[in-house]
């Protein structure tokens, strides 16, 4: 049966509206529509996980390697008061930690915990650095174990950028008789820039690579092609070292 004309114009009316408002709704989600990004609870660009891996993204947990604890180790200083340095590695290539809380506790013989302290730091790309926590105080209780205990690691993606100080020479007065024992180490910027807020930490190690020692200075500017003395010091002589060695670190 032919459809009449009022029907036939009120096909054509109500095709036209519905495409008006298809048109409207499309202009709506093109322009209220996010991105994907890294956050958004959904796997979607090239994401091999959900806001995870990819070109964009954070690798996912478990293609990032946990901070690696190379040692631990307290150092007498006085009576109930500790040093405490830990040697740790970032083994993540392409990522760095912005911040890393932790805690250092000290045990005794009988495992009590004696002492704990929380703090945190950073670890670069790549980074083997040293955390040293000085004047720990034990209350005359002596320390037999120390850890560090990592609490949270915030990751950011970045690239190992190795710092370019170059350790022309050390001199070592670490005899009972030197005052103070110490360390003086001549350092060279062959950065073709200057550098700023420069931690330094000496270890001592003794023929056998175990550490006898830490100490930390700090550096605000290192101007380009300078040399500058370093100076590390300890409370007591220290017996048996057998090489130094120096980490830089550039705070933030």
């Known amino acids: 049966m032919a459809l009449s004309w009022a029907v036939k114009k009120q096909i054509r009316f109500f095709s036209a509206f519905a495409a008006a408002v298809l048109l409207?709704?499309?202009?709506?989600?093109?322009?209220?529509?996010?991105?994907?990004?890294?956050?958004?609870?959904?796997?979607?660009?090239?994401?091999?996980?959900?806001?995870?891996?990819?070109?964009?993204?954070?690798?996912?947990?478990?293609?990032?390697?946990?901070?690696?604890?190379?040692?631990?180790r307290p150092f007498r200083i006085a009576d109930g008061v500790y040093d405490f340095a830990a040697l740790t590695e970032n083994n993540n290539s392409f990522l760095k930690a912005a911040k890393m809380d932790y805690?250092?506790?000290?045990?005794?013989?009988?495992?009590?915990?004696?002492?704990?302290?929380?703090?945190?730091?950073?670890?670069?790309?790549?980074?083997?650095?040293?955390?040293?926590?000085?004047?720990?105080?034990?209350?005359?209780?002596?320390?037999?174990?120390?850890?560090?205990?990592?609490?949270?690691v915030n990751w950011d993606k970045g690239g190992k950028i190795p710092l370019k100080l170059d350790v022309l020479s050390t001199n070592r007065f670490l005899g009972a008789s030197s005052t103070p024992p110490r360390?003086?180490?001549?350092?060279?910027?062959?950065?073709?820039?200057?550098?700023?807020?420069?931690?330094?930490?000496?270890?001592?190690?003794?023929?056998?690579?175990?550490?006898?020692?830490?100490s930390r200075t700090f550096v605000d500017r290192f101007d380009i092609d300078e040399i500058k003395t370093l100076t590390f010091t300890w409370p007591t002589g220290i017996n048996g070292v057998s090489r130094v060695e120096i980490f830089f670190r550039q705070m933030p």
């Open 24 to 72: 409207i709704l499309a202009g709506i989600i093109y322009f209220v529509r996010q991105d994907p990004t890294c956050f958004d609870k959904r796997q979607n660009q090239d994401e091999e996980g959900i806001d995870c891996g990819g070109a964009d993204c954070l690798p996912c947990s478990n293609q990032i390697r946990d901070i690696n604890i190379l040692w631990t």
């Open 103 to 152: 805690f250092v506790k000290f045990y005794d013989s009988d495992n009590i915990l004696i002492a704990i302290k929380q703090n945190s730091t950073f670890a670069g790309a790549g980074e083997k650095f040293v955390i040293f926590e000085p004047g720990i105080v034990t209350q005359h209780r002596v320390p037999t174990r120390a850890i560090l205990e990592i609490a949270s």
């Open 183 to 214: 360390v003086e180490a001549i350092i060279k910027n062959q950065l073709n820039a200057e550098y700023r807020n420069i931690e330094a930490t000496a270890v001592l190690w003794d023929a056998g690579d175990t550490a006898l020692g830490v």
